[in-house]
Structure formats: structure tokens, C-alpha cells
């Protein structure tokens, strides 16, 4: 497999120097030059595989035989065995066919967990078997950054430093960061919004000449193709347990930077049956606005209940565009530098392509916060702010009632408490080995909202 990038202005690559990347050279974001395609026959015949059994059937066209297939499948099942729940990705009904994919069992409580657990064991892998250490460098509008520390923090060749927006994470987000202990770990809290983060994190991998020779940037957000590729995988759990591939399913997916929608619009090309990939987003609306009406116009960053949605520039959504533009390498440069200031819409094929493929909704918090306290009333299920969106969003698109419609629920409602009282009802307590997260230690360093001022930071800290 072989890989390229969404600007066409780099040398194609492989799994595992596209692991070690993150984002390529030229500005573009890495994907596969050509996608696996599953018959419904051979989907069927994964039906009773453990999730960690039917992930080696999904990801390991990926990967070729760069990683032997008995290392990988260990890297797999160590990677979930620190999950909660025995389904690994939990499916519970909320009748009339509308269903929540619970992706909060994994150790810091959000479906990050399913890419981040398995990235970070692979970079371990790869970085010993080249004998490298190597800088991580990554943006969180909320958990990422946990997920990320959790899953690379045992391994002494790297360094992490994770960047998040100052005051504009939960308290539980914040402090499942500042807590984690490490002398490899490092936590800056920019004093911008996650756009800026995100900004400052690119501007890095583009100029790495602030690095030792012998060192090199890997991202973990989910440019780093790693992520998108682990969560294609509970699409097809989900749409097993359902029925699939013999009837087809429709994901509602609460989004912000579009990497796990974008997760689902594979697993659709890769040959699942979906029905519908719902976008739902927040008052920060710029892809319901672009899918809905054609209409890319840049707003200003709202403060939400729903923070990790709290996103104006969705960097996934350019690999969906590299497709939208028939790959297209030149076209995409010159549209993501133009997008959002001196281009608002694309030509109208163009964008009827993308009406074509999702449906989507916007969901303000008065809303959010209604569904969430209905929900609860109507079947005992506590909603995240995030997942309550999904849910609203999957009610307001759904076209057919009797085709399956499962919301991803993203995170454990323990970790957005003001969204729950603001719904009216009792903030829920942490899982029991986060019970005391509120007596650790915090650590983390304000910097400002400056490429410099984060270079700087990282060049002092990183060790020799």
C-alpha cells in the first residue's frame, strides 16, 4: 500500500513512513492510493470475529506485511485490552431503530482512545526497530491530548508535547492532561482557541529546522493517517451487530475536525452498506453550512457546552475533499490556502457531490442540553453534550425509519459536568480509577499564541 499526498506535491510513501509523518512536506495530508473493497460476502464472514480479530481484517490491507501479522495482532489486543466494556465499542438502543455506539470504555474516556491506544504502540515498534526517538507535537480542543499521553507516554524514545486552548477545555478534559506524570510528557495551555493550536502545530511540521539534527516532529492528531485507519473499524462492528451487511445502516457523527465522519465515508467506500453519514455540529457551523448550502464562510469561534466541536478548520475534511476534486493535487493547494477567505463555495457539481454523500445538522446548547435531559428521561441513558448533538442531528436528517440509525457517542458524559447540570440534572461521578483526578497534581505551562513562543518551548524541553 502506498500512500500520497491530498496536495500532490511529495513523493508517495509508506504505512510506515507515512506513521512517522503526519503530515507531508508539501502542506497535504496523507491517503491510500487506492482503497481495499470487501464483497458483502466477505464482511459477512467477520460476523462473530472479537472487535480486535475483525481490526486486523480492516486495517491490515493498510499496512502490507511492513509489520509481521503476528506483531500487529499483538499491538491489537494489548491495545483494547484495557477497555472497559467487553464489546470493546458498546451498541445500546434507544428504540425505534435509533441506537448510540458507546466509544467511551477505553481509558481516558473518549473514542480517541480506539486510534491512540494502537498509535502509540506502533510508533514504539517502529521507532525501535529503526533504533530513533522522535518529538511528538499535537493540538486538543479536549481529548486528543489525554488520549494521546495515555497511549505514548510509556515509551522512552519520544517526547510529547500536546498544545490545548487555554480556559477552553472542560475541567475534566484539562485535568486528565496536566495530571499525566512523565518527564517525556509536557502540556501547553496556548492562549488562543484550537484553531490557533491546530495553526501553530502545522506552521511546526512545515519549518522543523528547530529540532535537534537527529529529530523529527510525528504528529498524533488526526492528520497522522494512523487515526483515521483504527476508526474505520467500529463502523463495521456496529453494522454487523445490526444486521449489515445484509440490510444497511445510517452513523450520525458528532464532528469537528471530520476525521472520524471521514472514518465512516471509507468504511462506505470500502464496500459497508451505509444509508446516511450524518455531520452533526455545533453553533460552530461551517460544515453543516458548506454541505447544506454550499457556504464555507469563516465565523467566529463560539464558546460551547460541546468544546471538542469548538472547530472552524476541520483539517480532515481536505482528504475528503482530494476526492471530491478527483485528486486533484494542485486544485486542493491552491482551494485550502483560498478556502474559508478568498473562496467561500466550490462549483456546484463540486458540491453536489458532497450533498450527495452526507446529510447534516447544526444543534445549539439550549438544544443539546433539552436532548440530553430527554434522553435521560425517555430511557435512562446519560448523554455527553457531544453524542446528544449526534442524536438530535440523526432525528432531524433520518429519511427511513426502518433503516438502523446509530450516533457515536464520543465521550463519557463525567467529562462535560457543566452540560449535565445544565440540563437539569446531577453531575455525573468519574469512572472509579478517575475517582480522585480532582486531587492530582496539575503541570502544565501558559504560552502565548505564538509559533515561536511553542518552538522555543520545545527545544529547551526536549530532551538531549
Excluded at 495530508?29 to 481490526?55: C, D, G, K, N, Q
Excluded at 482528504?319 to 456546484?348: C, E, H, Q, W, Y
Excluded at 435531559?373 to 438530535?392: F, N, R, W, Y
Amino acid at each position: 500500500m502506498k500512500y500520497e499526498s491530498t496536495r500532490g506535491g511529495c513523493p508517495q510513501q509508506n504505512f510506515e513512513q507515512v506513521l512517522l509523518t503526519g503530515l507531508a512536506p508539501d502542506g497535504g495530508l496523507y491517503v491510500p492510493t487506492e482503497l481495499p473493497h470487501f464483497s458483502l460476502e466477505e464482511i459477512e464472514s467477520w460476523r462473530e470475529l472479537s472487535y480486535p480479530e475483525l481490526a486486523m481484517k480492516v486495517i491490515a490491507p493498510f499496512i502490507g506485511d511492513e509489520i509481521p501479522t503476528q506483531d500487529l495482532r499483538e499491538i491489537i489486543e494489548q491495545s483494547y485490552a484495557a477497555f472497559n466494556h467487553p464489546d470493546i465499542a458498546a451498541l445500546e438502543s434507544l428504540g425505534n431503530e435509533e441506537y448510540v455506539l458507546e466509544l467511551f470504555h477505553g481509558p481516558t474516556l473518549a473514542f480517541k482512545d480506539f486510534a491512540l491506544q494502537v498509535l502509540g504502540r506502533l510508533l514504539n515498534y517502529v521507532l525501535s526497530k529503526r533504533d530513533q526517538r522522535v518529538v511528538i507535537l499535537g493540538a486538543t480542543s479536549g481529548d486528543t491530548g489525554s488520549a494521546a499521553l495515555e497511549g505514548c507516554r510509556h515509551s522512552d524514545r519520544v517526547d510529547i508535547f500536546i498544545l490545548h486552548p487555554h480556559n477552553r477545555v472542560s475541567d475534566v478534559q484539562r485535568k486528565q492532561m496536566t495530571t499525566v506524570t512523565g518527564n517525556n510528557v509536557f502540556n501547553l495551555a496556548v492562549e488562543g482557541n484550537f484553531d490557533d493550536c491546530q495553526r501553530i502545530v502545522k506552521a511546526a511540521f512545515a519549518d522543523q529546522s528547530f529540532l535537534a539534527e537527529d529529530r523529527q516532529l510525528v504528529a498524533v492528531n488526526s492528520i497522522n493517517w494512523a487515526r483515521i485507519l483504527m476508526q474505520i473499524v467500529y463502523y463495521f462492528s456496529a453494522a454487523l451487530r445490526l444486521g449489515g451487511p445484509e440490510r444497511k445502516v445510517s452513523f450520525s457523527v458528532p464532528t469537528g475536525n471530520f476525521g472520524d465522519i471521514y472514518a465512516g465515508y471509507l468504511a462506505k467506500r470500502m464496500g459497508l452498506p451505509i444509508d446516511q453519514l450524518v455531520v452533526a455540529t455545533n453553533k460552530n457551523d461551517i460544515l453543516h453550512r458548506f454541505i447544506a448550502h454550499n457556504d464555507y464562510s469563516v465565523s467566529e469561534l463560539a464558546k460551547t457546552y460541546s468544546p471538542s466541536m469548538d472547530i472552524l478548520v476541520s483539517s480532515n475534511f481536505e482528504r475528503f475533499l482530494f476526492d471530491v476534486f478527483d485528486g486533484d493535487g494542485a486544485t486542493v493547494a491552491d482551494l485550502m490556502t483560498k478556502f474559508g477567505k478568498d473562496i467561500r463555495s466550490v462549483p456546484n457539481e463540486r458540491w453536489q457531490r458532497v450533498s450527495a454523500i452526507f446529510d447534516s445538522a447544526a444543534v445549539d446548547d439550549e438544544t443539546t442540553c433539552e436532548v440530553i435531559a430527554s434522553v435521560k428521561a425517555q430511557t435512562g441513558m446519560l448523554l455527553d453534550p457531544h453524542s446528544a448533538i449526534g442524536v438530535e442531528a440523526a432525528r432531524r436528517c433520518r429519511r427511513d425509519d426502518s433503516v438502523p440509525m446509530v450516533t457515536l457517542a464520543t465521550a463519557h458524559p463525567a467529562k462535560f459536568g457543566d452540560a449535565i447540570t445544565a440540563a437539569g440534572l446531577a453531575s455525573p461521578e468519574l469512572p472509579e480509577h478517575l475517582s480522585d483526578l480532582f486531587e492530582r497534581e496539575e503541570n502544565f505551562s501558559v504560552v502565548a499564541n505564538d509559533l515561536y513562543a511553542v518552538t522555543d518551548y520545545v527545544k529547551t524541553h526536549a530532551r538531549r
